[in-house]
């Protein structure tokens, strides 16, 4: 876990997530400001209140652990009462001892991933009065542009005639506003189902979700903030949104050739969400990219605490070696390795010397080139 110098200028530079000022903060503001060059890609999270959207986000995007976010709730109440509460029917505002005023309709967010891409993300409040404002007077602002709409059910809602109501209103605002956004359904809270329902009651919602959808498609995945499923989710999501995914597929599978690996790996540096993959050997285990993301995350915010920065970490027996490193400023790549005639020294200096080719893959801009076969 030494802290290289490579590790201390990325970290000095704060790549990675980065977030502007949470609640009706101007884009912009405390001197953070877009570059040129940014790829910007909207993104709506909606579903009721109490679903788990901002449990959810703040544990991919802001490094909370499960744990921590059943004080997410409690901060907002205590804001609510230290604050004057002003109310209308379009939205809610808190104005504070200086006369600032909140808006906690909408919280927007731009989140920096891989270098130029930035997600717009829009953090949709889920109370009834803020629903049907979306759809009447702010509709065309929050529905147009639209990239992505993550809508996120509540497993166990008690008001799922109410929450599939609100779905197909967002549905026909995307149909007019962004007919070519991607939907995306999370059925949230699975842990609270018994296990041996969990697939049944899955199938039923999906196939309800899919048919509500039409003629839009609509992806749906089983979510707890719990376990892997998460990661899973939240990586496809964002697997749609990388602007070069199959050039960097392609460049991914000749790097695994060259090397002769059995499996490589290629991770967002600060979520740790896998962005692309290529395996030359089936495994056994289908959910073995998600646990990776979580405990390896889990392991980073430990070192974090630790004041040491992670970098790098070898885990080798007698069946394979695996290889975790800092590939690009934005990325970690792993690298599995099942033939134990090559030695680790090789496999690192055949990642060093990968990296500057991938680093030109990421700019969005960038060339578009292919790393060769030799």
């Not at 790996?265 to 896998?274: H, Y």
């Amino acid at each position: 876990m030494e802290e290289s110098d490579s590790e201390r200028k990325m970290e000095k530079e704060n790549l990675g997530p980065r977030m502007d000022p949470p609640i009706g903060e101007p884009e912009g503001s405390l001197g953070w400001v877009l570059p040129n060059t940014a790829m910007k890609k909207k993104v709506l999270l909606m579903g009721k209140s109490g679903s788990g959207k901002t449990s959810m986000r703040s544990i991919i995007f802001a490094n909370y652990i499960a744990r921590d976010t059943r004080r997410l709730g409690a901060t907002i109440l205590d804001r609510l009462h230290s604050l004057q509460i002003n109310s209308s029917l379009s939205t809610y505002s808190l104005v504070d001892s200086v006369g600032n005023t909140k808006t906690f309709d909408v919280e927007h967010s731009h989140v920096r991933f891989l270098g130029n891409l930035v997600l717009n993300l829009w953090d949709c409040g889920g109370q009834d009065t803020f629903m049907e404002n979306y759809f009447t007077s702010q509709r065309d602002n929050i529905f147009r542009n639209v990239e992505v709409l993550i809508y996120v059910f509540d497993v166990e809602s008690r008001e799922l005639e109410k929450d599939m109501h609100y779905y197909q209103s967002c549905l026909e605002a995307i149909l007019q506003n962004s007919p070519d956004a991607k939907i995306f359904c999370l059925v949230h809270k699975m842990d609270l189902v018994q296990e041996d329902q969990r697939d049944l009651i899955f199938k039923e919602r999906e196939e309800d979700l899919r048919r509500l959808s039409r003629p839009l498609e609509c992806s749906c995945f089983r979510t707890s903030i719990w376990d892997e499923t998460l990661y899973k989710a939240w990586s496809s999501i964002v697997y749609q949104l990388i602007p070069n995914v199959q050039q960097l597929e392609m460049n991914l599978r000749n790097f695994a050739e060259i090397i002769e690996a059995d499996e490589v790996l290629l991770f967002e540096r600060a979520t740790f969400l896998v962005i692309s993959h290529y395996h030359c050997k089936e495994q056994r285990d289908a959910h073995r990219f998600e646990k990776i993301s979580n405990i390896i995350k889990q392991f980073k915010l430990s070192c974090s605490k630790l004041a040491a920065s992670f970098q790098s970490m070898e885990v080798r027996n007698s069946n394979f070696a695996a290889f975790i490193d800092i590939f690009t400023s934005n990325t970690y790549v792993m690298v599995v390795m099942s033939d134990p005639s090559i030695p680790s020294a090789a496999t690192l200096i055949n990642i060093r010397n990968a990296r500057k080719h991938f680093e030109k893959l990421e700019r969005v801009d960038g060339p578009k080139q292919c790393l060769l076969m030799r």
